[in-house]
């Protein structure tokens, strides 16, 4: 099995040999199209919530700010269980507990 060696100050992925992998974002981000480029779906909820854009705005950028920093504090939670071996007091405690419960196989490399 290959290692993959993950070097987060650039978030970046190598595998064994030193080749710099593409992340599963970068690669969803590929196939995707931008949401909303012309602003008519924002514009129609907004209409049908009775508020306005902008308004609607900040209420989806808090939503996806929340979601971002929800996911980075599982991740954190997860990548301490992955190099230590332990299940660290946290908010996500319940949710590492699950993903040690699927026995994963394979091997992860902390970054050198």
Same mark, same amino acid.
């Given at each position: 099995?290959?290692? =993959?060696?993950?070097?987060?100050?650039?978030?970046?992925?190598?595998?064994?040999?030193?080749?710099?992998?593409?992340?599963?974002?970068?690669?969803?981000?590929?196939?995707?199209?931008?949401?909303?480029?012309?602003?008519?779906?924002?514009?129609?909820?907004?209409?049908?919530?009775?508020?306005?854009?902008?308004?609607?705005?900040? $209420? &989806? $950028?808090?939503?996806? $700010?929340?979601?971002?920093?929800?996911?980075?504090?599982?991740?954190?939670?997860?990548?301490? &269980? =992955?190099?230590?071996?332990?299940?660290?007091?946290?908010?996500?405690? $319940?949710?590492?507990?699950?993903?040690?419960?699927?026995?994963?196989?394979?091997?992860? =490399?902390?970054?050198?």
């Amino acid at each position: 099995m290959s290692e =993959i060696t993950f070097k987060a100050n650039t978030h970046q992925y190598f595998n064994s040999k030193g080749e710099e992998l593409i992340s599963a974002s970068t690669l969803v981000h590929k196939f995707t199209v931008p949401f909303d480029p012309k602003g008519e779906i924002i514009a129609g909820c907004a209409k049908k919530r009775g508020t306005t854009v902008e308004q609607l705005r900040r $209420d &989806w $950028d808090y939503e996806r $700010d929340s979601a971002c920093e929800r996911g980075h504090k599982f991740h954190t939670e997860a990548e301490n &269980w =992955i190099k230590t071996g332990q299940i660290q007091e946290g908010e996500y405690k $319940d949710v590492v507990k699950q993903l040690v419960d699927f026995n994963l196989k394979g091997k992860l =490399i902390p970054e050198r």
